[in-house]
């Protein structure tokens, strides 16, 4: 039996934290300490990309005159910066007014918030796989019942999804479906404009919500010829059109910490309004607001109109340093790794030749100096699996070729 007290007398920690797994992503950090490691693993973004002289403007102009800044906020966040995002997302073609978004402390926080609002231990949660890991662990920490949707080169099979909700028992209808249309973490795929109709429909013939999480749409990249290709509708813009009216079941989330800084911990939610406001009840109990200083430079910071350049100069550096990582691999790895291009975001995802062993390699590469994600983090059973995610974003250029030689004696010495 498992022993839940924390020591003898006290308490028993709830079944769930008795032996709590955590996250296998922040479990590598202490490997990112060690000197000399470069690290394709964590989905950081660039510092080298980070606006310092624009958001310290931003901050200056958030502490001078604005009382509201120092003082605790509304649980749904500051008008000022819910009329900014508001005005963000139409760039993105998602009509919504500020009333209809909330705040939250990084994309995260809605998602958790989602999760306590709608999970019951034992509900089924349709979830794209291979996932991000921190929204496996939320639902594992809400005793979820994971079902896993497959994925291909264009993101989340919506024949597979069908014909898995035809043979779903009704007891276990699911509740929501998570996904990461946009360049998804971690396969970068980009879904394809069929598959996000198909995807919709399905929600609204079955009854369940959808969750289109994108903190990273923003980041698309040039085509070979120079155009940026357009971006699919939103999820949330095609449930508009099927919901006429009525329950959009696409709840939108988003984030400032891919493309402005992780630091300020600024994500938002927009939602069906009886979802948003308990939600915000939810939220009330964990942390009664985002901080009201960083809400207030993320609303001057997009107010001033530096966004656009900052967001642009992200998409060219990123996918300079994504076509080192693949050029570097096809060049070095060539039948033993194999992975594809991917058309925006952070992520490189890689298959290795099942000849290679996987713990082997992940050794391997920690004795070169080379950090990845190992691909069983991205599973619900934590399967050992030839997979791994690399991370183009923090490392430039040099950095990313010295990684890519690395990883190639890595797989030369696992392979032995
Ligand atoms: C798919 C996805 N969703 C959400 C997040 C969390 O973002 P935030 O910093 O807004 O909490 C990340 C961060 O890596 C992510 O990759």
Known sequence: MTDTRPQAGMPAFTAVFAQPAGSPIRE?????????????????????????EGLAQAAAQAMTGEAQTLQYGATEGLPTLR??????????????????????????????????VLIEPGDTVLVEVPAYPATLQALRL?????????????????????????????????????????????????????????????????????????????LRFDADDGNTPPMPSALRTVGDRLAAG?????????????????????GWMLADSSL?????????????????????????????????ATVQRA?????????????????????????????????????FAQSIDPQALFDAAVSQQVLYVPGKAFYPDRAQLNTMRLSFAAPDVPQIEQAVQRLATAVALAMR
């Open 246 to 266: 009525g329950v959009n079941p696409v709840v939108y989330l988003s984030s400032l910490s891919k493309t402005v800084a992780p630091a300020l911990r600024v």
């Open 142 to 218: 809400a005793q979820a019942s994971i079902v896993p949707v497959p994925m291909d080169e264009h993101g989340l099979q919506t024949d597979a999804l069908a014909e898995l909700l035809r043979q779903l028992p009704a007891a276990q209808r699911p509740k929501l479906l998570y996904t990461v249309p946009n360049f998804s973490n971690p396969r970068g795929t980009l879904l394809a404009s069929e598959r996000r109709e198909a995807l919709v429909q399905l929600a609204c013939a079955y009854g369940f919500w959808v969750v289109e999480d994108d903190p990273y749409g923003e």
């Open 276 to 308: 948003l406001r308990r939600c915000t009840i939810a939220k009330q109990t964990v942390d009664l607001c985002t901080s009201p200083l960083a809400q207030m430079v993320a609303a001057r910071y997009l107010e001033s109109g530096r966004y656009p």
């Open 83 to 116: 009329n900014a995002l508001a005005a963000l997302m139409s760039e993105r073609g998602i009509q919504a007014s500020a009333e209809q978004l909330m705040v939250t402390t990084g994309s995260q926080q809605a998602f958790d918030l989602l999760v306590r």
């Open 28 to 52: 590598l950090f202490p490997y990112l300490s060690q000197p000399g490691m470069i690290s394709l693993a964590g989905g950081y973004p660039s510092p080298s990309l980070f606006d310092a």
């Open 315 to 351: 998409r060219i550096e990123y996918q300079q340093r994504m076509q080192a990582l693949v050029q570097g691999i096809t060049a070095r790895l060539d039948g033993l790794v194999q992975c594809a291009a991917p058309a925006g975001g952070m992520f490189v995802w890689a298959t």
